[in-house]
């Protein structure tokens, strides 16, 4: 398994690499949002369902549209999650027809985050499109807060360890509906 920077693993993402990285409140593990066979392999390593749906980050809401119908969202309820970004908040959003499945799950919304982490920014900026996203641990158990764990317990499973810190937060993400404004899960 390699240990990269952010700056230096866009060729691993692109050829179908699964990565594990560090975010706001846990490392995460994440691959090519445009490359099944990609997140097949994060679906297998974490031992997740692909009917559970999985997280997009980004750095930019623009990097986020192409996967989005935000037509079914009124001016309101895209000022509201702007307003929150970046930062811990993850909100349900309607998907373009053309998301994989393996993205949504059986949705027909997949969940996204503008993240304020410099990590994950700069892979996105790096890519120039969104991550994958989901906590690096098997599904279950508990989400994995330091690299040598990852070291452990995944070095035969991914492609690289992006070097960094975690950020400050101790909970994962708030998840908010988009369209209803429900919270599905408190966080940071």
Known sequence: M??????????????????AYPTEAVFGLGCDPDNDSAIEKLLVVKQRPWQKGLILVA??????LPYLDITQLTEQQLQFAQSKWPGPFTFVMPIQS????????????????????????????????????????????????????I?????????????????????PSTII????????????
């Open 59 to 64: 750095s930019s809401f623009e990097q986020l």
């Open 177 to 188: 509906d988009a369209r209803s404004g429900q919270i599905l899960r408190n966080g940071s």
């Open 151 to 171: 070291i452990t317990d995944f070095s035969d499973k991914i492609d690289a360890l992006i070097l960094g810190k975690l950020g400050e937060q101790r909970q």
């Open 2 to 19: 390699l240990q990269l920077q952010p700056s230096a693993v866009a060729t691993t993402i692109q050829q179908g690499g699964v990565i």
């Open 98 to 149: 053309h998301v994989s499945k393996l993205l949504c799950g059986e949705f027909d919304s997949i969940a996204v985050r503008v993240s304020a982490h410099p990590v994950v920014r700069e892979l996105c900026d790096t890519l120039n499109k969104p991550l994958v996203s989901t906590s690096a641990n098997l599904a279950g158990e508990q989400p994995v807060v330091d690299a040598q764990h």
